[in-house]
């Protein structure tokens, strides 16, 4: 059974930093586009970054220049490194393995909350 964890999460203040990692008990990750999503409170989720199995990324325009996805696949991990934390980061974020062929896959995510 596929699972993917994320931990990280946690409460910061602003302008503060933290870093998500999501491990995937997937035999062939470096095959799949790895993405993090978030869904604020009372929100739509939405797509925050993205990596695909060669390593371009991608990411929303209200995160860039503060965030970084990267993946290890040697340890089938993905990371989101996250810098000058807002209020309005506050979100659930979650970890989804995505393939052509093969089935995607969503963690059970993890909070992250930013306030003083």
């Known amino acids: 059974q596929v699972t993917l964890v994320e931990s990280g999460g946690g409460l910061v203040q602003p302008g503060g930093s933290l870093r998500l990692s999501c491990a995937a008990s997937?035999?062939?990750?470096?095959?799949?586009?790895m993405r993090w999503y978030r869904q604020p409170p009372g929100k739509q989720r939405e797509l925050v970054a993205a990596?695909?199995?060669?390593?371009?990324?991608n990411y929303a325009d209200s995160v860039k220049g503060r965030f970084t996805i990267s993946r290890d696949n040697a340890k089938n991990t993905v990371y989101l490194q996250m810098n000058s934390l807002k209020p309005e980061d506050t979100a659930v974020y979650y970890c989804n393995a995505q393939h052509t062929i093969f089935p995607n896959y969503w963690g059970q995510g993890t909070q992250v909350t930013v306030s003083s």
């Open positions: 997937i035999n062939i990750f470096s095959s799949y586009a």
């Open positions: 990596i695909t199995n060669s390593g371009l990324t």
